[in-house]
């Protein structure tokens, strides 16, 4: 390779710094694939350069709206847009500067050509089941000029009937890159789940259940599955929740599971269910979403029982400004990016920072806000672990 891939050794002491989550669900394993992941999607937006015709006005230093202008791209492409000059910035491809209130950038250098091939290979050598997080960003890299031209939504990119093996495969547990966020999430519940039986549990956003697989199956380890009482599975779309409530049922054939269209902008209880609260309320890369995050926050807290606890395991932003992977994908989507924005508790959209997350539980009531494991002291020593869960719960 003409850039050498070398995550380095991974970070000394991270037991110290992860509390009570498990050391093993960061291994030497899941970090190569998680440093593989970033410079893969690194590569990916220094193709995209060319595939856009980006590399003139990158040479000359311009805005996006510039870039937008040149281009003859759609206004709502800008995120993305701006996206992919973030993280060639980040990577120090890029020169951010200032242009009134606006920010140019420019090539500091003749940009490098990127290296899929190798980067594959590799990837195959760590954990061939990396695979999946890779084939979901090639999928929107496709979708990038399409987008940008207005010829087609994000939705309807990513979305259409034959990408729907590519999320499959993309948020199975299966997947290392991705089922960090189910697995540590799944770790914080059970800590956080009252003692005894008639447990009430709702997921929100539920997709194809890889979150549920990950939480039943760590409560029948630890030999809590039958204190389940109700086991509330929802997901808005009629494909996924389907799927997910048929390999439930499967696999947990004792399971008092329930399967209902609910969306995270909506009411969340069962009106059959008045007065009766959930002990657990939990989504998984769902809340982010939200086109008002403190309503929904808010309508989560009425349907706890009193001390019942909402997570939001989550994608987070470390640092202000910072990068992700998954920024290549989402950004295409307007359910990501069309969201009500609020100074305290959602100055942006998308993978918000601990501390907003921290404040949005906060002024939505829920008491003892907490972002576990504390990516605040963690990301001064390793600012990549990009997973975490917000908890809070009702005043009892």
């Not at 394993?29 to 590569?43: F, G, M, N, P, S």
């Not at 009193?306 to 932003?317: D, I, K, Q, S, V």
Request: aromatic share 8%; net charge negative; proline share 6%.
């Amino acid at each position: 390779m003409l850039r050498p891939f070398d995550p380095g050794e991974r970070p000394t002491g991270l037991g110290a710094w992860l509390g009570e989550i498990p050391e093993t669900l960061f291994d030497d394993r899941i970090y190569v694939c998680c440093e593989l992941v970033e410079r893969y999607a690194t590569d990916l937006a220094l193709a995209l350069v060319g595939r856009l015709g980006l590399a003139p006005a990158l040479a000359a230093g311009a805005t996006a709206e510039e870039m937008l202008a040149a281009g003859g791209f759609v206004a709502a492409f800008q995120p993305a847009l701006t996206a992919l000059l973030d993280r060639l910035a980040e990577a120090g491809y890029l020169a951010r500067q200032p242009r009134g209130r606006q920010t140019a950038w420019r090539a500091v250098a003749a940009l490098p050509a990127p290296e899929f091939a190798e980067l594959r290979r590799l990837g195959a050598t760590v954990d061939p089941r990396v695979g999946s997080t890779l084939d979901l960003l090639d999928a929107a890299a496709e979708a990038f000029p399409k987008v940008a031209s207005g010829v087609a939504t994000g939705e309807q990119e990513l979305f259409s009937a034959g990408r729907i093996a590519l999320w499959l495969a993309y948020f199975s547990n299966d997947n290392p890159a991705y089922a960090l966020n189910n697995r540590l999430t799944a770790a914080v519940a059970t800590h956080r789940l009252r003692p005894g039986d008639g447990l009430r549990i709702l997921e929100v956003g539920a997709g194809a259940g890889s979150f549920a697989h990950a939480l039943l199956g760590e409560l029948d380890r630890r030999g809590r599955l039958g204190d389940v009482a109700l086991y509330d599975f929802t997901e808005p779309s009629p494909f996924f929740r389907r799927r997910g409530e048929r390999e439930l049922r499967a696999a947990f054939p004792g399971l008092a599971l329930r399967s209902r269209a609910v969306d995270i902008d909506a009411p969340l209880a069962d009106p059959a269910d008045a007065g009766t609260g959930y002990d657990l309320i939990v989504g998984v890369n769902v809340f982010h979403v939200a086109r008002d995050l403190g309503a929904s926050l808010g309508r989560a807290r009425e349907a706890l029982v009193p001390g019942g606890w909402l997570l939001a395991g989550e994608c987070m932003r470390l640092f202000p400004g910072q990068t992700v992977p998954a920024d290549l994908v989402f950004q295409l989507l307007r359910s990501f990016t069309d969201v009500q924005l609020d100074a305290a508790a959602r100055p942006h959209h998308g993978f918000l920072e601990p501390g907003a997350w921290r404040r949005a539980f906060e002024l939505a009531g829920l008491a003892d806000a907490a972002v576990v494991p504390d990516l605040e002291r963690i990301r001064d020593r390793y600012p990549r672990f990009l997973t975490g869960v917000v908890a809070g719960r009702r005043a009892a």
